[in-house]
């Protein structure tokens, strides 16, 4: 009996060591912003109504003009696919708006069926190898660095940075951040674990 609680007590602390270790990088993360040039600049879906960008979307795309503007890449990939009953994707809305904004259409790509981050960069690596694109800089919230950079490390480019828009125009508050680093603590175990059992 002893032995089993002990094996209890030794997993019990090595998930809680794991988590620990998640919620650092993922917090470590958030503060890092590769302001690095690359293939391409990858823009995160998020909602979007009836072809406006919602706040989140709208500050994602803003950062993503701001680094094309900076010349750190030639090329812009938008990414969302759209719920049940939208009339546009996240993907579309986002191309548009960049165009609204001075991006020349043809230095924009989307990828407009993803329904979550992985099947968004899925798309994204297929896209970018039809293009010749090894290495991306990607633009979402800055919770979601350390998960992207998994995803884009286990898709095969060859360097993948974040450089995330900022918190501070969207005015979340410290509840709010903190469900999202649980959440993200969740879906990067949750990949890791998947990625190591099926890769």
Do not use: C
């Not at 989140?56 to 003009?65: E, K, N, Q, S």
């Not at 329904?115 to 968004?120: A, E, G, P």
């Not at 350390?146 to 005015?171: C, E, Q």
């Amino acid at each position: 009996m002893k032995i089993v609680f002990r094996l209890f007590a030794l997993v019990l602390a090595g998930a809680i060591a794991y988590v620990i270790y998640l919620a650092v990088l993922v917090w470590r993360d958030s503060h890092l912003d590769q302001y690095h040039p690359a293939g391409a600049i990858v823009v995160l879906g998020a909602a979007q109504y009836n072809g406006t960008p919602s706040p989140v979307l709208r500050a994602r795309l803003a950062h993503a003009l701001y680094l094309y503007r900076q010349e750190l890449s030639r090329v812009v990939i938008t990414t969302g696919g759209k719920q049940p009953g939208d009339r546009y994707t996240e993907a579309g809305t986002g191309a548009t708006w960049l165009e609204q904004n001075g991006v020349p259409a043809d230095a924009i790509l989307s990828e407009n069926t993803g329904r979550n981050t992985w099947q968004s960069l899925t798309n994204v690596a297929a896209i970018a190898r039809a293009h010749g694109i090894d290495t991306i800089l990607m633009v979402s919230d800055p919770l979601h660095s350390a998960r992207l950079k998994a995803m884009a490390s286990a898709l095969g480019f060859r360097a993948a940075y974040t450089s995330p828009d900022s918190y501070l125009d969207l005015h979340r508050s410290r509840l709010t951040k903190l469900e999202e680093l649980v959440h993200e603590v969740a879906a990067l175990a949750y990949f890791q674990v998947y990625e190591r059992w099926t890769g």
